[in-house]
């Protein structure tokens, strides 16, 4: 089976940054996807890590230790409309289908 | 590019009576569609993936003659929630795979709220 667990709720100040942080544990792996979603909308795509290590895109990265099984998403210069829910979702081994499990999300408020 | 969409956007139906969602991938063929599930402050919870021409795989739990899926053609899928209960309301997004893209990829469409009285 798949355990995925990340913070329900953070909050941070605009132009700050913010970590968010996700744990797995699967019976089986092969790469994590972080998507943003905003209240009532679908996700959007912003990274897939597949080897351990930091993948930076623009004012997001994101971070993957396979040993750990530990992901985070890195926010920098945060503005008002990163205000979402922020899903990580892990897939099954290569071969596979590579349908995502998803975790609860983390709803990050973005204040002045 | 990359552009899935889902009708409708909202929906109220009575208990009892039935519901088509269409997903439809507007600018790329997809052989594979996913279809999910969301209550609120919950995960995406995968309730089947869609194979064109073929039938559909379910997830343990979904009751595939209650929700009927239907994949015809390389950019349509169909949910049908058939006999509505209050307890189906949720918000039903689909996703789909650019048949020539890559394996992991999905594209979210926008979503269906589905509220049954």
């Known amino acids: 089976g798949q355990n995925i667990d990340q913070p329900t709720e953070m909050t941070a100040t605009e132009g700050a940054i913010v970590q968010i942080n996700c744990t797995y544990q699967?019976?089986?792996?092969?790469?994590l996807f972080w998507y943003q979603q905003h209240a009532g909308e679908a996700p959007t795509f912003l990274s897939y890590?597949?080897?351990?290590g930091l993948e930076e895109k623009g004012r997001f990265s994101s971070f993957l230790s396979r040993s750990k099984g530990y992901s985070y998403l890195l926010l920098k210069e945060l503005q008002m409309k990163d205000s979402a829910s922020y899903l990580c979702?892990?897939?099954?081994?290569?071969?596979?289908?590579?349908?995502?499990?998803f975790g609860r999300g983390t709803s990050l408020i973005v204040h002045p | 590019g990359a552009v899935v969409s889902q009708h409708p956007s909202w929906v109220i139906c009575k208990s009892g009576t039935s519901v088509k969602i269409e997903c439809r991938s507007l600018?790329?063929?997809?052989?594979?569609m996913f279809w999910y599930r969301q209550f609120p402050k919950q995960s995406l919870m995968l309730m089947a993936t869609?194979?064109?021409?073929?039938?559909?795989?379910?997830e343990q739990g979904v009751e595939k003659d209650k929700f009927l899926i239907n994949h015809a053609s390389l950019t349509l899928s169909t949910l049908t929630v058939t006999s509505a209960h209050p307890e189906d309301s949720s918000f039903y997004i689909c996703?789909?795979?650019?048949?020539?893209?890559?394996?992991?990829?999905?594209?979210f469409g926008p979503g269906t709220r589905l509220t049954v009285t």
């Open positions: 996703s789909a795979r650019d048949s020539g893209g890559s394996r992991y990829e999905q594209y």
């Open positions: 699967t019976s089986g792996f092969n790469g």
């Open positions: 890590n597949v080897l351990d």
């Open positions: 979702a892990v897939t099954p081994p290569s071969g596979g289908s590579y349908i995502p499990t």
């Open positions: 600018d790329f063929q997809a052989t594979t």
């Open positions: 869609s194979n064109e021409g073929s039938k559909a795989t379910y």
